[in-house]
């Protein structure tokens, strides 16, 4: 009969063995289960910071964009600058041809009269 007892405990043994290790293997389960959504996040983290870098990239072209704008309106107000003093040049030419053609016909008007 003890024989028996002590089986059966062994049996009962066994059987909690058993449990324990299926609960550990639920456990470990669990962990693999968390291990994967660390990972799917840590994939969106690094999505996310690819995305950033991203941006920067984009932002450092804007800023390069703008500085090109503000260097072209520069070179457009020099260029009108420098039409308005041709405009001015020429303005002073055609006002000084009435004496020029005045100081030609003097001239030829004293040629003629050596003669």
Do not use: D, W
Not at 50 to 60: E, K, L, P, V, Y
Request: hydrophobic share 30%; no cysteine; charged share 5%.
């Amino acid at each position: 009969m003890q024989q028996h007892t002590a089986t059966y405990s062994n049996i009962q043994q066994h059987f909690s063995n058993v449990l324990a290790t299926f609960s550990n293997t639920q456990q470990h389960s669990a962990t693999f289960s968390n291990i994967s959504a660390t990972t799917a996040s840590f994939q969106q983290h690094k999505a996310t910071y690819s995305n950033i870098q991203q941006h920067t990239t984009i932002s450092s072209n804007i800023s390069a964009i703008r500085s090109n704008i503000s260097a072209i309106r520069s070179n457009i107000k020099a260029t009108y600058n420098n039409i308005s003093a041709t405009h001015s040049n020429i303005s002073a030419t055609y006002s000084n041809m009435p004496q020029h053609f005045s100081n030609i016909q003097h001239h030829f008007s004293n040629i003629f009269a050596t003669f």
